[in-house]
């Protein structure tokens, strides 16, 4: 996540080496017998293109979404020019819902997206920053008006919020046990970690619509923080080597909920370090509500030198005129969706 003048600079910076890789390899991702009618996925800026991309190709595994600082579905149609100009900017005009409805019809008719009924029971909510100079604000309002046409009832099913004078990024509301000052941006500015010193607990809002009324969050996360080998599970192009996986102890019995959490570029762990999986909110929530967090990792590369998630076809065949990355056919929605369906198996299994 890197505002929208650096990233088309950052793209002809590609040679940058990337950080050497551990030469121990994490743990197998474990079988926890997630509870499979209780499962979301949130992400933020590139991480919330791809959350919405994996809720519209498999709306039938998801109870809703959670979209931070991003566009609506599909929005750059596997062309970086349109990523650029129309789904960060809007130096190219709006996106055009109309041609991205033909995109999902055109979808829908080959099996590679969900079925309308299922889509039509998600429960979605979405945010933005006002002062977002990385993906313009208005991005939230077009996802909003494409999927007031999917859903069955968008009046209960949706919930937009702005928030006035904050940057780009994923606000972080106060708690018992702070986070360290360095870990944190700006509220209004956002760079760096991307995490926002704004005392906006947008993880917990975000939860409680997609899930309903929960318990309070714990005072401080007390649960295992693990890493996992990404490539055993599927082998993905631009995902790194490891993930991450937060288990409250209650969980190791088998039958909690599952979030997938999907960060943003810049905002990896080869970038910050553990910032974003450890402070970002979602542990605590998931510590006092029998809740599992999985946050899988991508990498930077010559294609992706800012560590995003692939919401424009990156890691899609060179050739293809048409990357098939925001469908079921994806290689990233494929390995996220591997990873969910190796977490819902039992230990034994």
């Not at 088309?8 to 009618?37: H, K, N, V, Y």
């Amino acid at each position: 996540m890197t505002p929208s003048n650096t990233l088309a600079a950052s793209l002809a910076l590609a040679g940058l080496a990337a950080l050497p890789a551990s030469a121990q390899t994490p743990p197998d991702l474990p079988r926890l017998a997630i509870d499979p009618s209780d499962i979301s996925v949130i992400g933020v800026s590139s991480g919330g293109y791809m959350a919405t991309q994996l809720a519209v190709a498999w709306p039938e595994r998801f109870q809703g979404l959670g979209v931070l600082a991003a566009g609506p579905w599909s929005c750059a149609r596997g062309a970086l020019r349109l990523a650029l100009g129309q789904c960060m900017t809007d130096r190219l005009g709006e996106p055009d819902l109309d041609e991205l409805a033909t995109r999902h019809a055109g979808y829908l008719r080959r099996d590679l997206v969900g079925q309308p009924e299922d889509l039509a029971r998600l429960r979605l909510f979405i945010w933005h920053g006002g002062e977002d100079e990385v993906m313009a604000p208005g991005l939230s309002e077009a996802l909003a008006e494409q999927f007031r046409g999917w859903l069955a009832d968008p009046d209960d099913q949706l919930l937009l919020l702005k928030s006035e004078e904050v940057g780009h990024g994923w606000p972080i509301g106060l708690r018992a046990k702070p986070v360290p000052a360095t870990e944190l941006a700006d509220c209004h500015v956002g760079e760096g970690s991307h995490l926002l010193a704004c005392d906006l607990d947008i993880a917990g809002q975000a939860l409680e619509f997609v899930h309903g009324e929960l318990e309070p969050p714990a005072d401080e996360a007390s649960g295992r923080l693990i890493s996992f080998d990404q490539g055993e599970v599927a082998d993905a192009k631009g995902l790194a080597d490891s993930g991450y996986l937060y288990i409250p102890e209650v969980c190791d019995e088998g039958g909690c909920g599952l979030t997938m959490a999907l960060h943003g570029c810049g905002m990896g762990a080869e970038q910050i370090d553990d910032t974003f999986v450890r402070y970002n909110g979602l542990n605590e929530w998931a510590d006092t509500n029998r809740r599992v967090v999985i946050y899988p990792q991508v990498e930077t590369s010559m294609a992706n030198p800012q560590g995003c998630f692939d919401w424009w076809g990156y890691a899609e065949s060179t050739w293809q005129l048409d990357p098939l990355h925001d469908s079921r056919q994806g290689t990233q929605v494929s390995a996220l969706m591997a990873m969910l369906e190796r977490l819902e198996e039992s230990p034994g299994d």
